[in-house]
């Protein structure tokens, strides 16, 4: 599990031993075993933070831009009014061993 909050560098991680760390930047806040407790303290200092670092719109440009993108990564690789191979009206059938 990895949870982060970007503009504050809060990161909550599960470690290979199984304990979850809670972070901002290189200062841990809190290690234990209990998931519940990790998130708990992860939303905690992440409502204190969207405080100081309230969300921002992002600018037309910017919003064009990403809709550029993503019109980009979802172009249909195929044509569905072509490229499919025909049929053939004369197929062999098991009664006649065609």
């Known amino acids: 599990m990895r949870l982060e909050f970007l503009p504050g560098h809060l990161l909550l991680n599960q470690g290979e031993d ?14 234990t075993r209990s998931e519940g407790k990790a998130l708990k303290k992860f939303n905690e200092i992440r409502k204190q933070m969207e405080e100081c670092f309230p969300p921002t719109e ?3 440009a910017d919003k064009a831009e990403a809709f550029r993108k993503m019109l980009q990564d979802s ?16 197929r062999g059938t098991r009664t006649f061993g065609g």
């Open 18 to 31: 199984g304990t979850y760390r809670v972070t901002v930047g290189h200062q841990e806040m809190l290690r």
């Open 58 to 60: 992002p600018s037309e």
């Open 75 to 90: 172009l249909v690789k195929h044509n569905s009014l072509g490229g499919r191979k025909k049929k053939s009206t004369a």
